[in-house]
């Protein structure tokens, strides 16, 4: 079992950068896929990116390819989200998964942390 923690989330305006942070517990980190999902207001929960377990393969989805970068650091036990070029539509609460599959389906990741707020202002 995993726990996840998400740390990073706060106020910024358009056109700003932040980075969150996912920090895993234990010592099976390598043994997970990981990715970020979002909520927005009255919306339901999407998929934004996943990492391999090895850090080799990513995907995105289009709305925020070209801007977020994922990554994961397996020293630290950490998975990153480098968010750039941020607008008002990338407001959300953004969580962090972790899974044996990984990709798009948020049914292929069997732990969640508690997810960070992220508001772009305009």
């Known amino acids: 079992q995993v726990q996840l923690v998400e740390s990073g989330g706060r106020l910024v305006q358009a056109g700003g950068s932040l980075r969150l942070s996912c920090a895993a517990s234990?010592?099976?980190?390598?043994?997970?896929?990981m990715g970020w999902f979002r909520q927005a207001p009255g919306k339901e929960r999407e998929f934004v990116a996943s990492?391999?377990?090895?850090?080799?393969?990513?995907l995105y989805a289009d709305s925020v390819k070209g801007r977020f970068t994922i990554s994961r650091d397996g020293a630290k036990n950490t998975m990153y989200l480098q968010m750039n070029s941020l607008k008002p539509e990338d407001t959300a609460v953004y969580y962090c998964?972790?899974?044996?599959?990984?990709?798009?389906?948020?049914?292929?990741?069997?732990?969640w942390g508690q997810g960070a707020q992220v508001t772009v202002s305009s």
């Open positions: 998964a972790a899974g044996y599959a990984g990709g798009y389906s948020d049914y292929s990741y069997a732990y």
């Open positions: 234990g010592r099976t980190f390598s043994s997970y896929a």
């Open positions: 990492i391999g377990r090895s850090g080799g393969s990513t």
